[in-house]
């Protein structure tokens, strides 16, 4: 295949040149299907589960109904005779007997093969020459377009984006139907092929920002996109190991991803996955929720509030709590009941790392239970073992208390890159207070800093710490102001 770029003249050498690439003999799910017209002869490639069965039985059967590849019913030849090149000739086939609205011819063999490949029917047709027709009459296996799991809202949409990329962009498009909004279509993987399509509004977005994430997608060298979003995540951006924070916000909810697009944002929709690339990222739209826009201004602002609180809380409450145990002298009298009249059996700052990873355990746990039982079975686990602990004096009441308050303060933001990146830092925190106190909690502050300012994006011209780095006053007020939207 990479020797041979070009079909030949010969109908029957094509015909045995797409046999020794796609080996129909070999493989069950290719269909090799040949079609006497009048004279001439076709032959059909596609693989099934691929293709609606209604659509090609019709077609077949309005192809094999003419009486010739170049008459219709009634025996014209109309474009075909008058046409003097092969090529002229295909098109005025298609034009005049492929009823259908995907079709497309083509000479080059690469382009054959992606396509069929990837769902689409190939023609061969003994009067085409090297040229080959394409129907895109494909259709994918998708679930229903449902909620997504890790994305509710009590208000609003229910629907959300499936695996199917076709199904995503329709998604959008049906929320906003303005023709600024532009579908760039890329493939990526010398052997998946993977679709991928970069979405922007042509009249909002920054073009010069959309052509450099063009530009990097192109210069993607891969042999695949195994793992979808995250296979392309880590050939977008150089990985730093150190750096947990997230890189990339996704979303699977068409509204938010709608929404974004209005504000001048991009998307990349990569094909086999639900979730949608939000370009560019800060660290501060992790903490945007679409439930603050299906709320009343005042509602709305309460909720990212509250947020906003409790992710640094979730952060620095326990390792400052540890701090101020370690130093008493540091607590004001109406503090006095924060330090614990226990003491356990191991040292305190054991036991907070080992409730951190007992919480981890649970929830990987509650992942790979059946649905029925996961609820109650990471509940019933976590009381269970959380008062055998204490009963027998591995922990103290104070420590399950506030690392149970951490466990679900993760869950007020829906990203699980940021919540396991806050679990580091709070880890590391602890550790630094423990060994070198209050230097070590300061220490451990400015190395979050570093991390934060140093952390590699998708960003261009935007900070990480955008709309703090560089400040912008109005749209670090709408972090935590849910202002009325006006037409």
Not at 91 to 118: C, K, R
Not at 224 to 241: D, F, M, N, P
Not at 453 to 471: A, D, E, H, Q
Request: glycine share 6%; aromatic share 10%.
């Amino acid at each position: 295949m990479e020797e041979i770029k070009r079909m030949t003249g010969d109908y029957r050498e094509n015909v045995k040149l797409i046999d020794s690439i796609l080996h129909p003999q070999k493989n069950f799910d290719i269909i090799k299907k040949p079609l006497t017209v009048g004279d001439g002869e076709l032959m059909l490639y596609f693989i099934d589960g691929f293709v609606k069965d209604a659509v090609m039985q019709k077609l077949m059967m309005h192809l094999v109904s003419l009486e010739g590849l170049g008459a219709g019913s009634k025996g014209k030849s109309d474009d075909w005779e008058k046409s003097a090149a092969v090529g002229q000739r295909v098109a005025a086939f298609i034009h005049a007997h492929i009823p259908y609205v995907e079709t497309d011819a083509t000479s080059d063999l690469d382009s054959m093969i992606q396509m069929m490949m990837s769902g689409a029917t190939l023609v061969l047709g003994s009067a085409f020459g090297e040229y080959g027709v394409i129907i895109d009459a494909r259709t994918y296996p998708a679930r229903d377009t449902g909620e997504p799991e890790g994305d509710k809202v009590m208000r609003g949409a229910r629907d959300g984006f499936v695996e199917t990329l076709i199904f995503n962009t329709a998604l959008i498009r049906r929320r906003i139907r303005n023709p600024a909004l532009t579908m760039s279509y890329l493939s990526i993987g010398k052997s998946s092929k993977t679709d991928v399509v970069v979405c922007f509004m042509s009249d909002r977005a920054d073009l010069k920002y959309v052509d450099s994430i063009k530009e990097k997608l192109k210069g993607i060298k891969t042999d695949s996109l195994t793992l979808g979003h995250e296979s392309l995540a880590e050939c977008l951006i150089k990985q730093r190991w150190y750096n947990p924070f997230p890189k990339i916000r996704y979303t699977e909810r068409p509204d938010s991803a709608a929404a974004q697009l209005l504000e001048g944002s991009v998307l990349v929709i990569c094909d086999n996955t639900p979730q949608v690339m939000v370009l560019p990222t800060s660290i501060f739209d992790f903490m945007q929720e679409t439930n603050d826009f299906y709320f009343p201004p005042l509602t709305g602002t309460y909720i990212r509030i509250v947020r906003h609180v409790v992710f640094f809380l979730a952060l620095y409450m326990v390792p400052l709590w540890y701090l101020l145990v370690m130093h008493p002298q540091f607590i004001p009298d109406w503090l006095e009941f924060i330090v614990p009249r226990e003491v356990g059996r191991l040292p305190l700052v054991a036991q907070l790392l080992l409730v951190e990873f007992i919480i981890d355990g649970l929830r990987m746990a509650s992942l790979n239970t059946p649905n029925m039982l996961s609820n109650s079975l990471s509940v019933v686990g976590g009381l269970i073992l959380g008062d055998f602990a204490v009963s027998i004096g591995w922990l103290i009441p104070e420590v399950i208390l506030y690392m149970a308050f951490v466990a679900i303060a993760n869950f007020t933001q829906r990203s699980y890159e940021l919540g396991y990146a806050i679990k580091f830092m709070r880890i590391i925190l602890l550790v630094l207070t423990a060994i070198f106190g209050a230097w070590g909690f300061a220490g451990g502050s400015l190395l979050i800093l570093v991390l934060l300012l140093t952390n590699k994006t998708v960003n261009g011209k935007r900070s990480y710490l955008y709309p703090l780095i560089p400040f912008d006053f109005k749209a670090f007020k709408s972090l935590f102001v849910r202002v009325r939207k006006y037409d």
